[in-house]
């Protein structure tokens, strides 16, 4: 009897220890009011290129409204209208919000082992988080945390398309962990590991698997997002993909590309 368990618990145990891998990662989309609202606070509060006339009208909203927001001295000052035009916007989308939390969701189940392995091995570290939480949201196309496992998308987008900035805003987090567990503020600033990070995520998704498992629709020529679309780290981004494709692991990749960080001016400034 005993002989037979053992028997079978070895030929089991492969299966065992596939599932967990399966569990090695996971999405949970979800609304979430308050965050949402102080990342609203946030990003007006913040500095853009674009300026905060292009990032009003990017987020759909007043742009007086936004200056209002900018020059407030606390978030407790504005806080008050925030929650009240949130709540109206919450009610009024409600539907669509759980709609597209669903949709998104279902998207995620048959790629989420494919995408939890590849990146991992691309970026040669275990996820920081196993389980991320994605903030879907009226506002915000797509925000990343630097030191949480939350990240937050938009609510009206195709549910598969929607794939590719949901694993942009993770693995940009990722990335900036991965980071900030060798090298503290002092010594690389949080501006170069966000531009590292950056850079380094658009490297990781151009991966042929994930390509054509997350988003076979894409074609390598037609890819948009091929390189990170800042204007400002378009030399950086030259610099650290010679490096990329002649790395003999993450770990090089990383070593060899910090000199090149320090002596790299940042105009933009982005992170939560």
Same mark, same amino acid.
């Given at each position: 009897m005993r002989a037979t368990i053992l028997i079978l618990c070895v030929l089991f145990l492969p299966l065992l220890c596939s599932c967990a891998k399966q569990h090695d990662f996971s999405i949970r989309f979800i609304s979430d009011r308050q965050y949402d609202q102080m990342m609203i606070f946030r990003m007006f509060q913040g500095k853009d290129p674009a300026g905060l006339k292009s990032r009003s009208k990017q987020m759909g909203f007043d742009y007086g409204f936004a200056k209002e927001?900018?020059?407030?001295?606390?978030?407790?000052?504005?806080?008050?209208?925030?929650?009240?035009?949130?709540?109206?916007?919450y009610l009024s989308e409600s539907d669509l919000i759980q709609k597209s939390q669903e949709e998104y969701a279902k998207s995620w189940?048959?790629?989420?082992?494919? !995408?939890s392995r590849r990146a991992q091995e691309l970026s040669g570290?275990?996820?920081?988080?196993?389980?991320?939480?994605?903030?879907?949201?009226?506002?915000?196309?797509?925000?990343?945390?630097?030191?949480?496992n939350t990240i937050t998308r938009a609510y009206n987008e195709d549910p598969l398309k929607q794939r590719r900035i949901t694993a942009h805003?993770?693995?940009?987090?990722?990335? !900036?962990?991965?980071?900030?567990?060798?090298?503290?503020?002092?010594?690389?600033?949080?501006?170069?590991?966000?531009? !590292?990070?950056?850079?380094?995520?658009?490297?990781?998704?151009?991966?042929?698997?994930?390509?054509?498992?997350?988003?076979?629709?894409?074609t390598i020529k037609e890819n948009y997002f091929s390189q990170s679309n800042y204007p400002q780290l378009a030399r950086l981004e030259d610099q650290l993909r010679k490096i990329w494709i002649s790395r003999k692991d993450f770990d090089d990749y990383m070593t060899r590309a910090v000199p090149i960080l320090k002596t790299f001016s940042t105009t933009h400034r982005k992170g939560m």
């Open positions: 927001v900018s020059k407030a001295e606390s978030y407790e000052v504005i806080e008050p209208k925030l929650t009240d035009l949130v709540d109206r916007t189940d048959p790629v989420i082992e494919v !995408f570290s275990p996820w920081f988080y196993r389980n991320y939480e994605c903030v879907v949201s009226p506002f915000h196309k797509g925000l990343s945390s630097w030191y949480s805003e993770i693995v940009l987090s990722h990335i !900036f962990h991965i980071v900030r567990q060798r090298y503290s503020e002092a010594k690389l600033s949080n501006w170069r590991v966000w531009a !590292f990070a950056e850079i380094t995520t658009v490297f990781i998704l151009d991966d042929p698997e994930l390509m054509q498992k997350l988003w076979p629709w894409q």
